[in-house]
Nanobody, 124 residues
Framework: VQLQASGGGLVQAGGSLRLSCAASGFRLDDYGIGWFRQAPGKEREGVSYIRRMSGAKYYADSVKGRFTISSDNAKNTVYLQMNSLKPEDTAVYYC??????????????????WGQGTQVTVSS
């Protein structure tokens, strides 16, 4: 099982980035994928989650209306489209595989495999 996160970079406030999480060794149909982020000195927080088979998509309140999660089963890849970026979105973003219950999608320990992270920096 591998998760490869990519797409991070430096962008000005108001700009956009699209993160990718390429999965290998398993099918996206069988698991959920969560996006988390961790800023320096802060705890890791759940950003978004998708479980394609159930149609579930969840977002943290801080990103609702700005971020969109999607999946491409043909490419076995999950995307996080991030628009209207703010300096407070600056963090290392990670994707992870799990099968959390809906109420626990933000809980890190519900995910057993993690990607290596990709840095997102939003300048003001």
């Amino acid at each position: 099982v591998q998760l490869q996160a990519s797409g991070g970079g430096l962008v000005q406030a108001g700009g956009s980035l699209r993160l990718s999480c390429a999965a290998s060794g398993f099918r996206l149909d069988d698991y959920g994928i969560g996006w988390f982020r961790q800023a320096p000195g802060k705890e890791r927080e759940g950003v978004s989650y998708i479980r394609r088979m159930s149609g579930a998509k969840y977002y943290a309140d801080s990103v609702k209306g700005r971020f969109t999660i999607s999946s491409d089963n043909a490419k076995n890849t999950v995307y996080l489209q991030m628009n209207s970026l703010k300096p407070e979105d600056t963090a290392v973003y990670y994707c992870a595989r799990g099968r959390p219950v809906a109420s626990a999608w933000v809980t890190s320990c519900m995910y057993e495999y993690w990607g290596q992270g990709t840095q997102v920096t939003v300048s003001s």
